[in-house]
């Protein structure tokens, strides 16, 4: 017993640990730490005899792997004692009969329909036509089913670490709060909800309009203490050859240059005349250095004249106006609450006139979730937001299982609490990190309904993962179960290795 | 074992259910006759299952015609939504060998489909006669498959319309438009000036844009061409396609014009452009069929003063009527089933039914009158007078995998060419290559 609590305290490298647990106070801790957290290399390697059944056992699905894994051991033990006469256990008949019916629901279950799968993949979407491995083919050279690869290869890349990562922290920062419970309560509730759920909630926390989406919500009220604008957003000059004003990369700029002594008129639409309604009329400007008016040129109900001040449009106050010449600016100004504004002591010269673009800079409107570029991320999101209160259970789980003393002898020799944590705890707690982090690659290869849900419809090309297209091609239109079965035993095969990882953990910790 | 019987008897009684002989009549009748009073009624006991897309206002009044028809013959329905995607709903229940008695198939591309699959049964001469009795032949067309009639439309839609808030016109002083180039330079421009966007668009369902696309198609490109590229004997590489995508790129390439911009429109599904429009009053018009008027009135305007209705405007020579609809079929081949089309495609059925806003009947003998709204009534008479000249929905017409998939074929598409209108040409090959593969089949 004391030697294998020495093995976990090992990677702790210094010999401050070791040194600081004595004999007797092991026994009680001992048991505990060696279930959870079994030294990382050598028992299991050096038992090879009891290796022999896992290559049967790991091809089957993680979800039988226990009971039928157990059961088989305890099937193969008595013969491989040898002595017939000394049989302690019951006949091998005996065995066959008990384990008859978990074969049968698993041939019927599991190893059918992947034998099927694997047939129905060579033939054509009819079913009737051998095409060998071209369904194969169209997987790797289909530029949509490329892209569902590609986000899987995101998904697995980034959704695992993190869920696993941010559960770590979860569990280490609420171990020694007081109200650790509820916490975690809390943070483990997301895993209560059915996923068609948390994608129905993420869909409308992703919603554009910050008056429906949280996420925008948020970041335009960051995003607004720090700027704000205040201009026309809209607002631009008509699309036509008469307007006296046209748009050049964004800013507005007069058709015609203009003299000191001259009048500019420069009348903008496409803002509602209500968003104006109390702003004062507006009016020529007067004589005097060169001058002109920025008004909304729209009258409610129609009418008015065209490029010309009616009574009851609005001046457009508090926008920036520029005089350029050759290309520079040469006096800046603001147009009056009435839309007037004077240029004094210019000198003689013709200028344009420009209103910047900062002027109808658009609102600050959040960033666009639901579009191609941040869907999958957005996803990743949610899903992050699902599992991690789950993973941070399984951490916390080991995390108590941990043995205190070398924790406290590190912290009694002068360690920081960091070094605690990254020398003892994360070494010590690393198998149960590897079994969360397996458990979530497999979990993130199949991943589907958040994606069916969360990306609209004119986005599920770009979000689409392979389950998800699996799906579509055999069932949701595409009419095409030879490709669909070529495209699941894709996933199986990928999802394979893990899972015979994962079996291999779960039977060396058994030992 | 004393407890075994009662349990065969469930069971039998189960198996009874699903199965479809006369023979479970009597067994029916003697335990509703215990339980209920019983009045002579044909089909007391009878369970009939049906299955259709319809949800939300749409179920509602669905569900009150099959009420009607519960009363009058006594047997049980039951209605299973299919979600948006029927034939997803359907193809595992048929390859299970449990499929609904009756469905409703919003497209007739999978009467065709489903037919090749024998998973439908011939109509009974009963709905037949009342076929014939209430039908167009052009309507009966499209429910055949290989001579056999096995479906009968029981809901049309009239997808050629634009709906406007009439606040939004009088503040901007735009008037209704005559033509296409009358809807893009006048109608929509005046609007855009005034600060409110033309356009709503639910481009995230995909067949919003695809009806979109017909009505411009059927327009500039005339019935003829539209037929042929319906059955993809022109490919969509063909200029008049080309004609039809400049026309819809004169909307999808102004920002201005479409509220939200393009990536806006692509995020909103159906019916929220129709909400953008008469509840929250951000646009003004919206390009969608007749049906939006449960949502129209859910927005809180009323159809005929605030909602209203024009045409949509001639983008070539050709005025456009396009329809689409839902054709009932039977699959399993009971007399509950039967007697249920029977009734969808009668007279009486049809009236039941046409009392409930959203639904306009194919059927020509149910009179206009029973509509609750005028603008109903006008659009009824429209289709049932325009007879054969009318089309119907291309992309339902188009095996689903190229007209009818979320995120595949002609919807893909148009959304990538909404999100990106100046690549045309890229986007008809791209068009092509789905509808050779689809087609090919």
Not at chain 1, 86 to 95: D, E, F, I, N, V
Not at chain 1, 345 to 366: C, H, Q, T, V, W
Not at chain 2, 297 to 308: R, Y
């Given at each position: 017993?004391?030697?294998?609590?020495?093995?976990?305290?090992?990677?702790?490298?210094?010999?401050l640990?070791a040194?600081?647990?004595p004999?007797?106070t092991?026994?009680?801790?001992?048991?505990?730490?060696?279930?959870?957290?079994?030294?990382?290399?050598?028992?299991?390697g050096?038992?090879?005899?009891?290796?022999?059944?896992?290559?049967?056992?790991?091809?089957e699905?993680?979800?039988?792997?226990?009971?039928?894994?157990?059961?088989?051991?305890?099937?193969a033990?008595?013969?491989a004692?040898?002595?017939?006469?000394?049989?302690?256990?019951?006949?091998?008949?005996?065995?066959?009969?008990?384990?008859?019916?978990?074969?049968?629901?698993?041939?019927?279950?599991?190893i059918?329909?992947?034998?099927?799968?694997?047939?129905?993949?060579?033939?054509?979407?009819?079913?009737?036509?051998?095409?060998?491995l071209?369904?194969?083919?169209?997987?790797?050279?289909?530029?949509?089913?490329?892209?569902?690869i590609?986000?899987?290869?995101?998904?697995?890349?980034?959704?695992?670490?993190?869920?696993?990562?941010?559960?770590?922290?979860?569990?280490?920062?609420?171990?020694?709060?007081r109200w650790?419970?509820a916490?975690?309560?809390?943070?483990?509730m997301?895993?209560?909800?059915?996923?068609?759920a948390?994608?129905?909630?993420?869909?409308?926390?992703?919603?554009?309009?910050?008056?429906?989406?949280?996420?925008?919500a948020?970041?335009?009220?960051?995003?607004?203490?720090?700027?704000?604008?205040?201009?026309?957003?809209?607002?631009?000059?008509?699309?036509?050859?008469?307007?006296?004003a046209?748009?050049?990369?964004g800013?507005?700029?007069?058709?015609?240059?203009?003299?000191?002594?001259?009048?500019?008129?420069?009348?903008?639409?496409?803002?509602?005349?209500?968003?104006?309604a109390?702003?004062?009329?507006a009016?020529?400007?007067?004589s005097?250095g060169?001058?002109?008016?920025?008004?909304?040129?729209?009258?409610?109900?129609?009418g008015?004249?065209v490029?010309?001040?009616?009574?009851?449009?609005?001046?457009?106050?508090?926008?920036?106006?520029?005089?350029?010449?050759d290309?520079?600016?040469?006096?800046?100004?603001?147009?009056?609450?009435?839309?007037t504004?004077?240029?004094?002591?210019?000198?003689?010269?013709?200028?344009?006139?420009?209103?910047?673009?900062s002027?109808?800079?658009?609102?600050?409107?959040?960033?666009?979730?639901?579009g191609?570029?941040l869907i999958?991320?957005?996803?990743?999101?949610?899903?992050?937001?699902?599992?991690?209160g789950?993973?941070?259970v399984?951490?916390?789980?080991?995390?108590?299982?941990?043995?205190?003393?070398?924790?406290?002898a590190?912290?009694?020799?002068?360690?920081?609490?960091?070094?605690?944590?990254?020398?003892?705890?994360?070494?010590?707690?690393?198998p149960v990190l590897?079994?969360?982090?397996?458990?979530?690659?497999?979990?993130?290869?199949k991943?589907?309904?958040?994606?069916?849900i969360?990306?609209p419809g004119?986005?599920?090309?770009?979000?689409?993962?392979i389950?998800?297209?699996?799906?579509?091609?055999?069932?949701?239109g595409?009419?095409?179960?030879?490709?669909?079965?070529?495209?699941a035993?894709?996933?199986?095969?990928?999802?394979?290795?893990?899972?015979?990882?994962?079996?291999r953990?779960?039977?060396?910790?058994?030992? | 074992?004393r407890?075994?019987?009662?349990?065969?008897a469930i069971?039998?009684?189960?198996?009874?259910?699903?199965s479809?002989?006369?023979?479970?009549?009597p067994?029916?009748?003697?335990?509703?006759?215990?339980?209920?009073?019983?009045?002579?009624?044909?089909?007391?006991?009878?369970?009939?299952?049906?299955?259709?897309?319809?949800t939300?206002?749409e179920?509602?009044?669905?569900e009150?015609?099959?009420?009607?028809f519960?009363?009058?013959?006594?047997?049980?329905?039951?209605?299973?939504?299919?979600?948006?995607?029927?034939?997803?709903?359907?193809?595992?229940?048929?390859?299970?060998?449990?499929?609904?008695?009756?469905?409703?198939?919003?497209?007739?591309?999978l009467?065709?489909q489903?037919a090749?699959q024998k998973a439908?049964?011939?109509?009974?001469?009963?709905?037949?006669?009342?076929?014939?009795?209430?039908?167009?032949?052009?309507?009966?067309?499209?429910?055949?498959a290989?001579?056999?009639v096995?479906?009968?439309l029981?809901?049309?839609?009239?997808?050629?319309?634009i709906?406007?808030?009439?606040?939004?016109?009088?503040?901007?002083?735009?008037?209704?438009?005559?033509?296409w180039d009358?809807?893009i330079?006048?109608t929509?421009?005046?609007?855009?000036?005034?600060?409110?966007?033309?356009?709503?668009?639910?481009a995230?369902?995909?067949?919003t844009?695809?009806?979109?696309?017909?009505?411009?198609?059927?327009?500039?490109?005339?019935?003829?061409?539209?037929?042929?590229?319906?059955?993809h004997?022109?490919?969509?590489?063909?200029?008049?396609?080309?004609?039809?995508?400049?026309?819809?790129?004169?909307?999808?390439?102004?920002?201005?014009?479409?509220?939200?911009?393009?990536?806006?429109?692509?995020?909103?599904?159906?019916?929220?452009?129709?909400?953008q429009?008469?509840?929250?009053?951000?646009?003004?018009?919206?390009i969608?069929?007749?049906?939006?008027?449960?949502?129209?009135?859910?927005?809180?305007?009323?159809?005929?003063?605030?909602?209203?209705?024009?045409?949509?405007p001639?983008?070539?020579?050709?005025?456009?009527?396009?329809?689409?609809?839902?054709?009932?079929?039977?699959?399993?081949?009971?007399?509950?089933?039967?007697?249920?089309?029977?009734?969808?495609?009668?007279?009486?059925?049809?009236?039941?039914w046409?009392?409930?806003?959203?639904y306009?009947?194919?059927?020509?003998?149910?009179?206009?009158?029973?509509?609750?709204?005028e603008?109903?009534?006008?659009?009824a008479?429209?289709?049932?007078?325009?007879?054969?000249?009318?089309?119907?929905?291309?992309s339902?017409?188009?095996?689903?995998a190229f007209?009818?998939?979320?995120?595949k074929?002609?919807?893909?598409?148009?959304?990538?060419?909404?999100r990106?209108?100046?690549?045309?040409?890229?986007?008809?090959?791209?068009?092509?290559a789905?509808?050779?593969?689809?087609?090919?089949?």
């Amino acid at each position: 017993m004391t030697e294998r609590l020495n093995g976990p305290q090992a990677p702790g490298g210094d010999d401050l640990a070791a040194g600081a647990s004595p004999g007797p106070t092991d026994a009680s801790t001992a048991p505990a730490a060696s279930s959870p957290a079994p030294p990382p290399e050598p028992p299991a390697g050096t038992r090879p005899a009891g290796d022999s059944p896992e290559p049967r056992a790991s091809s089957e699905p993680p979800a039988s792997a226990q009971s039928p894994g157990s059961s088989e051991a305890a099937a193969a033990e008595p013969p491989a004692r040898g002595a017939k006469a000394a049989r302690l256990g019951p006949s091998p008949k005996m065995a066959v009969l008990f384990l008859l019916p978990a074969l049968l629901l698993l041939a019927a279950w599991v190893i059918y329909p992947i034998v099927y799968s694997i047939f129905r993949s060579l033939y054509d979407a009819a079913g009737d036509g051998f095409v060998g491995l071209d369904n194969y083919l169209a997987i790797f050279t289909d530029s949509g089913t490329l892209t569902t690869i590609r986000n899987n290869i995101i998904w697995v890349v980034v959704a695992p670490l993190i869920v696993t990562v941010l559960g770590l922290m979860f569990a280490v920062l609420t171990e020694r709060i007081r109200w650790a419970t509820a916490f975690k309560l809390v943070l483990f509730m997301p895993m209560a909800v059915s996923l068609l759920a948390a994608g129905v909630i993420f869909r409308l926390v992703y919603e554009q309009d910050p008056d429906k989406g949280v996420a925008n919500a948020v970041i335009t009220v960051v995003h607004d203490t720090f700027s704000s604008s205040q201009g026309y957003p809209g607002a631009r000059p008509r699309e036509n050859d008469e307007a006296p004003a046209v748009l050049k990369g964004g800013d507005v700029v007069t058709r015609q240059s203009a003299q000191p002594g001259g009048q500019v008129l420069i009348p903008l639409v496409g803002l509602k005349p209500d968003a104006v309604a109390k702003a004062p009329p507006a009016k020529p400007a007067g004589s005097g250095g060169l001058s002109g008016t920025v008004w909304l040129d729209v009258v409610r109900g129609g009418g008015g004249t065209v490029n010309q001040i009616d009574d009851a449009e609005k001046g457009l106050g508090g926008i920036t106006v520029e005089a350029v010449a050759d290309g520079q600016v040469k006096a800046t100004t603001e147009t009056a609450a009435d839309g007037t504004f004077y240029f004094s002591g210019l000198s003689a010269g013709s200028y344009d006139i420009r209103l910047p673009k900062s002027n109808f800079e658009a609102p600050f409107n959040g960033l666009t979730w639901l579009g191609p570029t941040l869907i999958t991320p957005a996803i990743i999101g949610a899903y992050i937001w699902v599992w991690a209160g789950f993973a941070m259970v399984l951490i916390a789980a080991g995390l108590s299982a941990i043995p205190r003393d070398a924790l406290e002898a590190a912290r009694i020799d002068g360690a920081t609490e960091w070094q605690v944590f990254r020398r003892i705890t994360v070494p010590l707690l690393a198998p149960v990190l590897l079994v969360v982090f397996v458990t979530m690659v497999i979990n993130v290869l199949k991943v589907f309904d958040l994606v069916f849900i969360i990306a609209p419809g004119s986005v599920q090309p770009q979000a689409n993962v392979i389950a998800l297209e699996m799906w579509r091609v055999s069932f949701g239109g595409g009419g095409n179960q030879g490709m669909g079965s070529a495209l699941a035993i894709f996933l199986l095969v990928l999802v394979l290795p893990f899972m015979i990882f994962n079996i291999r953990r779960f039977r060396r910790d058994e030992r | 074992m004393r407890k075994l019987p009662p349990v065969v008897a469930i069971l039998a009684l189960a198996a009874a259910a699903c199965s479809n002989s006369a023979s479970d009549n009597p067994a029916g009748g003697n335990s509703a006759a215990a339980s209920a009073p019983a009045e002579a009624k044909p089909l007391a006991g009878v369970t009939v299952e049906i299955a259709a897309k319809w949800t939300g206002d749409e179920q509602a009044s669905f569900e009150k015609v099959l009420k009607a028809f519960e009363e009058k013959t006594g047997a049980k329905v039951t209605y299973a939504s299919t979600g948006e995607d029927t034939g997803a709903y359907l193809g595992p229940r048929i390859q299970g060998g449990n499929p609904p008695d009756v469905a409703i198939l919003p497209q007739p591309g999978l009467v065709q489909q489903y037919a090749d699959q024998k998973a439908l049964k011939p109509l009974s001469s009963e709905v037949l006669s009342q076929i014939d009795q209430n039908y167009t032949p052009y309507w009966k067309e499209l429910g055949s498959a290989g001579g056999q009639v096995y479906g009968v439309l029981v809901k049309a839609a009239h997808k050629s319309l634009i709906w406007y808030r009439q606040g939004a016109f009088d503040d901007a002083g735009a008037q209704e438009a005559a033509s296409w180039d009358d809807l893009i330079g006048k109608t929509a421009q005046t609007l855009a000036d005034s600060g409110t966007a033309p356009f709503a668009l639910c481009a995230a369902s995909g067949w919003t844009l695809t009806d979109l696309f017909e009505n411009v198609y059927l327009s500039s490109a005339g019935p003829e061409n539209y037929d042929k590229l319906a059955k993809h004997e022109i490919p969509w590489t063909d200029p008049s396609v080309t004609t039809a995508l400049e026309k819809m790129a004169q909307i999808f390439g102004k920002k201005d014009f479409m509220l939200g911009g393009s990536s806006g429109a692509l995020q909103t599904d159906f019916p929220t452009c129709v909400t953008q429009v008469y509840g929250q009053k951000k646009a003004a018009m919206v390009i969608e069929a007749d049906f939006v008027a449960a949502s129209v009135g859910q927005s809180g305007a009323k159809v005929g003063e605030e909602a209203k209705i024009m045409p949509f405007p001639k983008a070539g020579d050709t005025e456009p009527v396009v329809l689409g609809g839902d054709v009932g079929v039977v699959m399993k081949d009971s007399k509950g089933a039967q007697a249920l089309l029977e009734f969808l495609a009668s007279k009486e059925g049809g009236e039941v039914w046409a009392k409930e806003p959203g639904y306009l009947s194919p059927n020509r003998n149910v009179s206009p009158d029973n509509y609750p709204s005028e603008l109903t009534k006008q659009l009824a008479q429209t289709i049932i007078s325009a007879g054969e000249a009318v089309r119907y929905d291309m992309s339902d017409l188009a095996p689903s995998a190229f007209g009818g998939t979320d995120g595949k074929g002609e919807w893909k598409h148009l959304q990538d060419f909404l999100r990106d209108p100046k690549d045309i040409k890229g986007i008809q090959q791209k068009l092509e290559a789905d509808a050779a593969k689809a087609y090919g089949k």
